[in-house]
């Protein structure tokens, strides 16, 4: 079931997506050589507590960190430790949500750790405009497979692929809620978008195959190929005046 928020729900859902992505945008602030993938989570955890927030993903179906950190071939759901250094050339998903009045705000960026090659570049420069170009979409009356299809279209054009295995989701008073939003899909199809839907839009797009496997630890994705994967992803609402997007404080914050 698909749950539309008024428009004061809306605003309390910028309350929590603007801890959210300050929260980014401080971890992203973080990401240096040297440093470890707990430091920065304890760094995050330590902020949003300071906005009277709490991390949506600490205790969330049992995840034992307040962040997911997942550095090059790590595509979503890297656990924080104190071993895991980032190293110069790493490029460093970071996924932080915030729960505030009774609202999620999840949003992630890939970091580059100081310089990265091309390669890297590039599918960072991919991955976040397919992330824009599915945003473009989100209007009253298309529908899901338009965000789908403009993030598959867009990424795979750039001579990449989309995981299939994970998806973007509706967001509010719960952190995942219908409907699923797929990075691939064809335009005209799934739920009909309407005003007051507030969505997260989050493109994993990988350099070489889409394929994808979950590591032991029941929660780390890895590419199956060992090539790089990057994610980016904001939540937004769908308004009549076109999508706004919720998570707005983070690393592309136009001041
Ligand atoms: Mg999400």
Redesign the pocket.
Known sequence: MIIVKTPREILAMQEAGKISSTALKLAGEAVEPGVSTLEIDMLVKKYIESQGASPSFLGYNGFPSSTCISINSTVIHGIPDKNCIIKQGDIVSI?I?AYFNGFHG?N?WTFPCADINSEAENLLDATKESLYEGIKTAKVCNRVGDISSAVQRYAEARGYSVVRQFV??G?GAS??EDPNVPNFGSRGKGPRLCEGMTI?I?PMINAGSGEVKVLDDGWTVVTADGKLSAHF?HSIAITKDGPVILTNCGPDAKN
């Open positions: 996924d949500g999840d992630a973007g989701h967001v952190l995942h997260a989050e992803e």
